[in-house]
């Protein structure tokens, strides 16, 4: 179930601007943006028949997955200008670095009559919310410090974007 992150297909850079192709062949069924503030979580559910394309427009995102029949689960980070595909039956979670922009697709349009949203939450969020450390240690537990993406538990010393603790309460953020 490894999530493959997505860069642009094509960027051009010029004096006028820049133009990047994001995605290629997809059938949209449903075009979204929005705009998300810092810390905010969106998602907590699956699709039974949906697959999304979710792409960071701008800003830093933490994402956790569980697929919802073998219980696999994932957590990344996601960088500006990146997405990641959503298959039917991954439960997912965003968890917002920074106030962010994003674009999302969806291979079918929501049908009010037939819905295919099914809440299922990522049980890593859960501690994320709430803002708890998992640490085995009772003299530690719950002590945070401050960064500039907000409370992080202090066990999780990894500086490494590459590297994500499922289960803490604070992913590292890659800067794009």
Known sequence: MPHEILPP????RDDRGVFREVLAGF??????????KAGAVMGNHYHR?????FYLLAGEADVRTVDVESGAKEGFP???????????GQSHAIRF??????????SLPY???????????????ITARFGECRSSSPR??????RS???????HDRSNSPSRVLVGSSQSPLPRS
């Open 78 to 88: 996601l960088g500006e200008n990146r997405g990641v595909f959503f298959e039917p």
């Open 140 to 145: 530690s537990r719950g002590r945070f410090r």
């Open 97 to 106: 670095g920074v106030d962010s922009e994003f674009l999302m697709l969806k």
């Open 148 to 154: 500039r993406r907000g409370p992080r538990c202090r």
């Open 9 to 12: 297909l094509f960027e051009r």
């Open 111 to 125: 049908d009010p009559a037939d819905p295919d949203t099914i809440e299922f939450p990522v049980p890593e969020w």
């Open 49 to 53: 028949r949906t697959r999304v394309f």
């Open 27 to 36: 059938p949209a069924g449903t075009v979204v943006c929005g705009r998300m």
